[in-house]
């Protein structure tokens, strides 16, 4: 189920069996923005994701990478992917760990060009991405 936001409908959360997407933060939307201002956008969206990465590392231990080209290959050749990974499958997961019993992920989100860069946060009781080494 997607949650929206009160009174504004926009997107809160995405919630199915065994994980959670929630938004951490969310930059102004970029439309009418261009050139110059765009890029800084991104970079200070980037810069918030590498800092996060990087205090996960230090509370969690160092983080894994996952591209998304099995999932986006598998889409490709009609194969069915899991809720998780269909949601996951436009972005690469700059950060996954393991803690205990579950897997967290961070990654940027953005539906299309125009759109605010939002900062997301996966918990989930499976693996938060198929890695493509097998994993």
Known sequence: M???????GEWGATER????????RESDGLVGVYERE??????AASARLTS????LD??????RTAGMRVPVFRD??????PPLYRRCATRAVP?????GGRWAAVSLDQCDGDAPVILVAVVADRPAVVLDDGE
């Open 76 to 81: 490709l050749a009609g194969e069915p992917l």
């Open 17 to 24: 069996e065994g994980f959670r997407i929630v938004p951490l």
């Open 95 to 99: 950060g996954t760990w393991r803690c």
């Open 2 to 8: 997607d949650e929206g936001e009160p009174g504004t």
């Open 38 to 43: 765009w890029e800084e956008a991104e970079e």
């Open 52 to 55: 996060l990465v990087g205090e």
């Open 58 to 63: 230090r509370r969690w231990g160092a983080h």
